[in-house]
């Protein structure tokens, strides 16, 4: 028989909780150099890193976790280094997509797709389509993303149906605009953590992260887990957001 006035103690509170998280994973290259291992070692690690923290996002019950896994300026990389990226990639989802396929996880891609190698649209379109009726952890792939180049491409698609005449110039509000960046559908990110102690935005989420909050992290990618996101969100809900009124709010 159970007591219904004993304090459920087993029950994490999860109020405040965040319901959209954003991970910049940054320091790849610095924890391989710290061991004097070569950076395509480091980010092998921090694909191992981003499987603890998909499933403690899982098992936080956080709605929506968007990686940043290559960036458009990524590619002033080294060609064996994009190489290494891409290869990355392409392991992650033929390996790892029938277990987060199993875990009810769903796969949304954002970023420019039209000049990705058609080997690599064709595996994220596949992600996207297999898990697509999934409604667990939608997990948001930042690929060949950045928010000014995802801003860009939303205005000339509106300016494209303005010439058209679908739309009239006073249409342009910040609901179409909104809806016309790439997954309009996600809730925007509550909170953004960055990795590696660096403390910038880096050019992701520009528009959708106008009220989310900042949480900077030492760590170097490869280190991150379960408890230092559980940190970050303790982090966050400490916080008071008021979305630039007087009173805190929980969402906008
Ligand atoms: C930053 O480390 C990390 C990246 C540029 C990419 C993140 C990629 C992964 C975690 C692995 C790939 C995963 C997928 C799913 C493709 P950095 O190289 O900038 O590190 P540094 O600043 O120390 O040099």
Redesign the pocket.
Known sequence: MTNAAAPATDVPDRSGYPLHVAII???????AAARGLP?AE??RR??EA?RRVVRAAHELGIVYLTIF??SSE?WSRPATEIGD?FG??RR?IRNDLAELHGNNVRVRVIGERDDLDPEIRRLLEEAEELTGANDGLVLV?AFNYGARDEIARAARRIAQDVARGILKPEDVTEELIGARLDAADLADPDLIIRT?GEQRRSNVLLWQAAYAELVFTPLY?PDFDRAALEQAIDEYRRRERRFGGLVARTRS
């Open positions: 994973m940054d320091g790849n290259g610095r924890w950076r480091g980010h921090g694909v981003l896994s290559f990524n990226l990355l990639l992650f792939v590696s990618w």
